[in-house]
């Protein structure tokens, strides 16, 4: 069973370029949540997908999206980028949708706006 | 609709218990709890689905009170390996944004020898 998976694992950009993230689901999970987290906070819901259709967003702004693809892997994209947006950003596999199911993590991506 | 938690910090010595509280000022539905270690994702511990339920495994157990809108995490004769950040997360339900999921502020717990 392969578990969940993130790349790059760390990326430097300038504030005002454009990122895009990517996660690989646990195998037999069909949900995808992203999460930002900040040095010495706690991670911060921004979306959630379900075979394919956003299920749920956090309070991020418009310019934070997303996808996921047929084979349920996700990217999450940022536009603009600003440099409060330099975070680890988590993603979490998990079944059906549910928010009672439990999440099992990727390892992150390291985001750095310069 | 953050959950609180408590303490924000502890310092136990191997073999001693510790509790940390989570509570919310939405109702809950459903609690989950989650370690974190520095440098490290989240991992799972358990997910607590009805009120009064509780469940445990190994020296690590949970209650969860749905009327109160409070969860507590038991760790008992605790180990080096419990050392790390504990954060509540419970589920919440938007008619515009759809399915949300709130991690709480954080415990910091540290085990030393």
């Known amino acids: 069973e392969t578990g969940v998976t993130q790349s790059p694992t760390h990326l430097i950009k300038t504030r005002g370029q454009q990122v895009t993230l990517r996660c690989s689901s646990q195998s037999g999970h069909n949900t995808v949540s992203w999460y930002q987290q900040a040095l010495g906070q706690g991670p911060q819901f921004i979306f959630q997908y379900y075979r394919e259709e956003e299920n749920g967003r956090g309070n991020f702004p418009p310019r934070f999206s997303g996808l996921q693809f047929p084979n349920y892997s996700s990217e999450l994209n940022v536009n603009a980028l600003e440099l409060d947006d330099s975070a680890l950003y988590l993603c979490a596999s998990s079944l059906d949708g549910s928010s009672y199911n439990e999440q099992f993590f990727g390892p992150g991506t390291r985001l750095t706006v310069l | ?113």
């Open chain 2, 1 to 113: 609709q953050q959950p609180v938690q408590s303490p924000q910090a502890v310092i136990l010595r191997e073999g001693e218990d510790a509790v940390i509280n989570c509570s919310s000022s939405k109702a809950l539905y459903s609690v989950h709890w989650y370690r974190q270690k520095h440098g490290e994702a989240p991992v799972f511990l358990m997910i607590l689905l009805k009120g009064g339920e509780q469940k445990g495994h190994d020296k690590i157990s949970a209650s969860f009170n749905e009327k109160k809108q409070q969860s507590s995490l038991y760790l008992t004769a605790s180990q080096l390996s419990y050392s790390g950040t504990y954060f509540c997360g419970t589920t919440g339900l938007s008619g515009d944004t759809g399915n949300q999921f709130y991690f709480g502020t954080g415990t910091s717990l540290t085990v030393i020898p």
